[in-house]
T-cell receptor
């Protein structure tokens, strides 16, 4: 029973390049969340998606950042024209459809993005 | 906005000691979650609490959901070296995004 999978685990980009982070939720989970974490801090919410829908993107910068969760395949967090300040750990979480446990989120191992 | 105040920020303990940490909030949460994060890894869910007053155990870990729904504590009994890490409390905001405490770093003295 695989948990949340994220890849790559580490990603190095030069300023101006694009970063694509992938997340496969727990099998059967239809809710995906992306968080960002800086060293020595807690996680900060970015975006909440269900299949083919963005439910809440209030934590995601309006420019350069986008997220999708297609009908088939993993959720993608895309950062265009990366800057040094984008360097962080990006975590994906998923939760089940069951309303009672929907608020319990299970996390992947994260992608550590380093912008040179 | 909603915030979680987690304390202590860090703890230095001897192996075998019991540990206690807590989280408080100025607003009500309907769920309290406790996670542990090891260096270079994602948070791992330890205990989920869904009802006010609920006391739940997971091995040597015990957590309680405060009766006012504004606080929770996590206890670890008889700590061992692998308990080292950062422990976070978290609760869902109204739109399901998780609000996180700042974490409690647990360090075991040799």
């Amino acid at each position: 029973n695989a948990g949340v999978m994220q890849n790559p685990r580490h990603l190095v980009r030069r300023r101006g390049q694009e970063a694509r982070l992938r997340c496969s939720p727990v099998k059967g989970h239809s809710h995906v969340y992306w968080y960002r974490q800086l060293p020595e801090e807690g996680l900060k919410f970015m975006v909440y998606l269900q299949k083919e829908n963005i439910i809440d993107e209030s934590g995601m910068p309006k420019e350069r950042f986008s997220a999708e969760f297609p009908k088939e395949g993993p959720s993608i967090l895309r950062i265009q024209q990366v800057v040094r300040g984008d360097s962080a750990a990006y975590f994906c979480a998923s939760s089940p459809l069951d309303r009672d446990e929907q608020e319990t989120q299970y996390f992947g191992p994260g992608t550590r993005l380093l912008v040179l | 906005g909603q915030q979680l105040n987690q304390s202590p920020q860090s703890m230095f303990i001897q192996e075998g000691e019991d540990v206690s940490m807590n989280c408080t909030s100025s607003s009500i949460f309907n769920t309290w979650l406790w996670y542990k994060q090891d260096p270079g890894e994602g948070p791992v869910l330890l205990i989920a609490l869904y009802k006010a007053g609920e006391l739940t155990s997971n091995g040597r870990l015990t957590a309680q959901f405060g009766i006012t729904r504004k606080d929770s504590f996590l206890n670890i009994s008889a700590s061992i070296p692998s308990d080292v890490g950062i422990y976070f409390c978290a609760g869902p905001a109204s739109n399901y995004q998780l609000i996180w405490g700042a974490g409690t770093k647990l360090i075991i003295k040799p």
